[in-house]
């Protein structure tokens, strides 16, 4: 169902980003829509999000949708795309539809944009807040409430971690290569471009495309100028930007090789201008191509191995039934992670009768808790919750009650709630072991991208293992521990 459910995501993200690649062709000519291609099939960016099932991926669906919609002068329904990226995803990212508004607003005027877009808005709010409500059991408006929290409340998204600046600038370039500084540079390119005017061709100068260009860059400037502002960063805040970000890098390729053309042609022979200005334009899209097929098989290869490790539960489950008492079997098993909580999946992952339990880590954030049992847990309020982000004991077990463990194993690093549990051999056996990268041992170049021979000399690994407990803790063990 895991995958299943990614399949799924994966072709809806296609069709949408195939709608919004008719959609530039249509507009901006059939020479940006295909370095737009390029920069879809080979950045990073859009092999992390188009299957991630959160709301900032849904936002970026809607938002490729929206501009598509807005380039093909379909404005309702790219006001309905906006709304649902708002009201159905995440709030924050309605703001990306401000350029969209205010075209509709200049050329139908107030009256026109008012009229629509709050039926629009009031159906959509209407029917999302009847149904969450029927579900929880009380007046509920999701979007609502996640505002009131991260910006009112006054204990935000800061509680969960803030990052320098360059956060983005960093995971820009790990997603996107030298596309997303052209994309930053679309507003010059396109003022010098202006001056080349005479020389380029019409089409790029059309009042419309001009507005499009121009209503594109200021949803990313004002995206980008949001999130560097905000100290709490994460690498998916990005992803609602994503298709503007390759769409604004590729009218800067296109434009500066246009440019570059006129520039060359008062040096050389015009035919020589043009295949010289066209083999530097193959080298930026090879490069970009290289790093980006670089990166994604970096990401694979070092950040593989949860995945690994979980895909082999039900095959363990499979191998156990055979071999363990019933009694035990009717009780379930206890799959205990401790400080790589963060990187368990999904319980589609979990075989029957096993249920996924915490154990102490040096984390001291508060973690997630299971629901109560259907239908009681779709209402039902969690107790030992939180809003400031502060442990909760409650949500612990004793490790002497895990049956299997999930562990990462860095050479030479434990502490006392941390220990390296695959060295104590009288208590675990291990099922499976992958290789995890250990970033601070390993060089940044090559812990970035992938390069064949040169990476495995540079990087080093951690053991990332599925323990198996051998025997029972003894009774003074557990009575200690608890």
């Known amino acids: ?130 149904i969450d409500s029927n579900f929880y059991g009380k007046l509920v408006f999701p979007s609502l409430n996640i505002v009131l929290y991260n910006v009112i409340s006054g204990h935000g998204p800061e509680l969960y971690g803030t990052e320098p600046w360059h956060f983005y600038v960093i995971n820009g370039f790990l997603n996107f290569n030298v596309a997303f500084f052209l994309a930053l540079l679309c507003p010059v390119v396109g003022e010098v471009g202006h001056r080349f005017r005479r020389h380029l061709p019409e089409s790029n100068w059309h009042s419309r495309v001009r507005i499009f260009r121009f209503g594109t860059c200021v949803a990313v400037a004002i995206w980008l100028g949001i999130l560097f502002s905000t100290p709490h960063k994460e690498e998916r805040f990005l992803f609602p930007v994503y298709s503007l970000l390759a769409l604004l890098a590729a009218i800067t390729l296109d434009l500066l090789t246009q440019i570059g053309t006129v520039i060359a042609a008062k040096i050389f022979p015009a035919e020589t201008s043009r295949s010289l200005m066209t083999r530097c334009l193959w080298v930026v899209l090879i490069v970009s191509a290289l790093l980006g097929t670089s990166r994604m098989f ?65 984390f001291k954030g508060v973690l997630p808790k299971p629901f109560a049992p259907y239908p009681q847990g779709l209402s039902a309020i969690p107790t030992e919750m939180n809003d400031e982000n502060r442990e909760e004991p409650s949500r612990y077990i004793d490790v002497c009650r895990c049956h299997y463990l999930v562990d990462l194993n860095f050479a030479g690093k434990s502490s006392p709630l941390e220990p390296q549990y695959l060295k104590n051999k009288s208590e675990w056996t291990v099922v499976h072991r992958e290789n995890f990268l250990d970033s601070e041992r390993s060089h940044r170049l090559y812990r970035a991208f992938y390069i064949p021979f040169l990476s495995e000399k540079h990087c080093s690994f951690a053991d990332y293992v599925l323990l198996r407990r051998k025997r029972k803790c003894p009774p003074a063990e557990t009575e200690q521990t608890l």
């Open 1 to 130: 169902m895991f995958y299943l459910l990614r399949l799924l995501l994966a072709v809806v993200s296609v069709g949408i980003e195939g709608y919004f690649y008719d959609a530039v062709r249509r507009k901006f000519g059939p020479s940006v829509a295909r370095l737009l291609l390029i920069f879809q099939l080979f950045a990073p960016a859009f092999f992390i999000s188009s299957t991630a099932l959160l709301p900032s991926s849904f936002a970026m669906s809607m938002t490729t949708l929206a501009f598509a919609f807005w380039f093909r002068e379909r404005e309702m329904l790219a006001v309905t795309a906006v709304a649902c990226s708002g009201l159905l995803g995440w709030p924050f990212a309605a703001v990306l539809g401000l350029p969209i508004a205010l075209d509709i607003l200049t050329r139908r005027g107030l009256l026109y944009f008012l009229t629509r877009t709050l039926l629009i808005g009031g159906t959509l709010t209407a029917v999302i807040v009847g």
């Open 298 to 362: 970096a990401l694979s290869r070092y950040y593989g191995a949860p995945m690994e490790i979980y895909t082999k539960l039900h095959l363990e489950a499979a191998n156990r039934t055979t071999t363990q008492p019933l009694i035990e079997q009717q009780e379930g098993f206890n799959l205990c992670v401790g400080k790589e909580w963060h990187r368990f999946p999904s319980s589609f992952f979990l075989p029957d009768q096993w249920q996924l339990q915490f154990i102490q880590s040096d």
